[in-house]
């Protein structure tokens, strides 16, 4: 089965590749993602100057920020004005990146609910794509660093739940990332300890990333199914399971996911032929979708798209842009987008639940082959 993704930067439409199971080839329709996300951290941070990032938890950042992209609404190449980020989960509140007035707070087309903060000498930054603006930011209000303006949405000229980010320096957009390393607030994923009003300070020794009961619950198989009617879920090669559980560790999934979509794309690389599609790799990515999500594994200096590091972290990546951290919901939206037929979300999650489920998130631990 054919996937199609719509991507934030990318010109066109983008495939990803069909199952090796499977020997069909059927082309169906595009699924949006909201932002092809770069790197996840997991250290804490605290406020040591007058800017902090516009997150209070962790985020993650988009790969392709500011600059001239293909816009995937509008159809054609524009300059992008600020960087897009999302949080983990997403919906997170989003805070004020340091004090200042409200200068516009509202429906903004495009960028749909967007809270612009003038912060003097000529430096504004906005907030767009808000599922909401919180009751008290209006404008003329005076809000402070960390302050709490409403929630990270989708709303206006938008593929998916995200942040964009804005600087503008009298009235003309800069790009945010240089402009936060600057002044000690780099946009790097970390989550930050509370500073606006009425926040509680977080223990700065503690590390707000670590995983309460390890990752999230992944929703029960369903009908329909289809490969995994008559193909077992495999023994997974130590090697392999190891790459699922490095990748899990960091996009904060269970491994046990990758693991079930390993099985169903190629059964865990046992299958190494070019799909029907053109699919390549252990997870079987389509050329112009691995342009887009192609991740470096193995800290090689390159994305290859045969190299099984590169294709179960990139499938991370991909899983994580396409909202897996939504919930269950999430989950199987996020898998649909990977391939749109409903069997084949049902075989990923039957297989996942064959290796052990949900609440299964990577450690050492778990390094052994079943």
Known sequence: MAKLVSA?????????????????????????AAVQFESCTTAGGVVAGEWRPPYQQAYVVGRRGFGMRFHPILRTWRMHTGQDMTSIPTGGPIV???AGTVTFAGDSGGYGNLVLIDHGGGIETGYAHLAHIDSGVIVGA??????????EGSTGRSTGNHLHYEVRDHGTPIDPVPFMADRGAPLDGRPIAP?????????????????????????????????????PALPIPPDIKALYVAAAEKYDLPWTLLAGIGMAETAHGRIRATSSAGAQG???????????????????GRADILNDADS????????????????????????FAYNRAHWYVNDVLHFAQAYGGGHLLGSSANCTSR
């Open 8 to 32: 934030v930067t990318a010109a066109c439409v983008l495939l990803i590749g069909v199952p090796l199971l499977m020997a069909a080839f059927i082309v169906t329709g595009s699924t949006a």
């Open 96 to 98: 004020a990146a340091a």
């Open 142 to 151: 005076s809000v402070s660093m960390g302050q709490r303006l409403g929630t």
């Open 195 to 231: 500073t606006g009003p009425s926040s509680v300070v977080a223990d700065a020794t503690a590390d707000p990333l670590t995983p309460a009961a390890g990752s999230f619950e992944l929703p029960a198989p369903g009908e329909p199914r289809l490969n995994s009617l008559t193909n």
């Open 282 to 300: 252990l997870m079987q990515f389509m050329p112009a979708t691995w342009a887009v999500y192609g991740v470096d594994g193995d800290d090689d």
């Open 312 to 335: 179960i972290m990139s499938a991370a990546d991909y899983l994580t842009a396409s909202g897996v951290h939504n919930g269950q919901d999430g989950v199987r939206n996020a898998l």
